[in-house]
């Protein structure tokens, strides 16, 4: 079958660069985001996080910026090494507690090549 | 892999066939979702359960329907296949937060 990297947007970098990865979302009422991995052939793999109430948090060699003035959420990878090489996506939360309402909402990604 | 499999990985099947997909988690989870992921879109839910015997629709349910008769097995039935199903589907289960934990996927084929 196709693969899902195929049609998304595209960066390319060399190892050892940082990475910039960009999503926009969609509802100013989100309050929770993650970025998911996705290896080829492989299910999405958490990252990190953020919740609203924060402008940036960081993990290892990974660090997630959140702008709600105009719905941007970034992720940069530091010193991006080949096996960063996979599709990168967003997904909020509209906030809705309890009940049913854990639901997430996924952009449509960015592949991201690393050149050895 | 937050003890999330799913069976078969594989599947090639004949439009008109019903077909099953099972999700099975060993860690208790409440909460559990079936996507589908194609090219060009992003994640898309089809059904979820907030608990057993507890399920409902997401964005993409028509032509899907799921059981979940015990905690640990979320499954996903193709009433009757057609050949906009051809797809990867993928299980997840909710985490402590909101965050999800996702399955390896199965790659179903209707030829």
């Known amino acids: 079958g196709e693969s899902v990297g195929l049609h998304l947007p595209t960066l390319s970098v060399q190892e050892g660069d940082n990475s910039i990865i960009n999503c926009a979302y969609s509802n100013s009422a989100s309050d929770y985001f993650i970025w998911y991995k996705q290896e080829s052939g492989k299910g999405p793999q958490f990252i990190i996080d953020?919740?609203?109430?924060?402008d940036k948090r960081q993990g290892q060699r990974v660090t997630v910026l959140l702008n709600k003035t105009v719905k941007h959420l970034s992720l940069q990878i530091a010193a991006t090494q080949p096996g960063d090489s996979a599709v990168y996506f967003c997904a909020e939360n509209y906030g809705n507690s309890g009940g049913s309402n854990y639901k997430l909402t996924f952009g449509k990604g960015t592949l991201l090549t690393v050149n050895p | 892999d937050a003890g999330i499999t799913q069976s078969p990985r594989h599947k090639v099947t004949e439009t008109g066939t019903p077909v099953t997909l099972r999700c099975h988690q060993t860690e208790n989870h409440r909460y559990m979702y079936w996507y589908r992921q194609d090219p060009g879109h992003g994640l898309r839910l089809i059904h979820y359960?907030?608990?057993?015997?507890?399920?409902d629709k997401g964005e993409v349910s028509d032509g899907y329907s799921v059981s979940r008769s015990k905690t640990e097995d979320f499954l996903l039935t193709l009433e009757s296949a057609t050949s906009s199903q051809t797809s990867v589907y993928f299980c997840?289960?909710?985490?402590?937060?909101?965050?999800?934990?996702f399955g390896p996927g199965t790659r179903l084929t209707v030829t």
């Open positions: 953020i919740r609203s109430n924060m």
């Open positions: 359960s907030y608990g057993v015997k507890d399920t």
């Open positions: 997840a289960i909710r985490g402590t937060g909101y965050e999800q934990y």
